[in-house]
């Protein structure tokens, strides 16, 4: 896998995305900056601090990866993507607080 990707989203994503749209304009940028990020400079991408999440699995039992929004901020938010279907797509989960 080598960017940029293709991105996809989960029907849970794209309403999550869009409150935050509606409610809070500055995470709404934010979540696009990372998700940009994702897209043009890959999960290697040192700002974005990407590590496995163990907790859960992806919509096709995939493994499940977690990227950070925020840093050092109470309740910093992450985004949840799995890699595929396909070599050049990630699937983005979910985003909001950190658990």
């Not at 309403?15 to 749209?21: D, G, R, T, V, Y």
């Not at 979540?31 to 890959?42: A, C, E, F, S």
Request: with cysteine; charged share 20%.
């Amino acid at each position: 896998m080598a960017p940029p990707f293709r991105l996809l989203t989960v029907p849970a994503f794209d309403a999550a995305l869009a409150a935050i749209e509606r409610d809070d304009p500055l995470k709404y940028r934010k979540v696009l900056k990372t998700v940009r990020l994702l897209r043009d400079q890959g999960p290697s991408y040192p700002g974005l601090q990407a590590h496995r999440y163990l907790s859960l699995a992806g919509p096709r039992s995939e493994p499940l990866w977690e990227v950070c929004v925020e840093n050092r901020t109470p309740g910093a938010w992450r985004l949840w993507w799995g890699c595929g279907p396909g070599a050049d797509a990630i699937t983005l989960v979910m985003v909001g607080p950190h658990p």
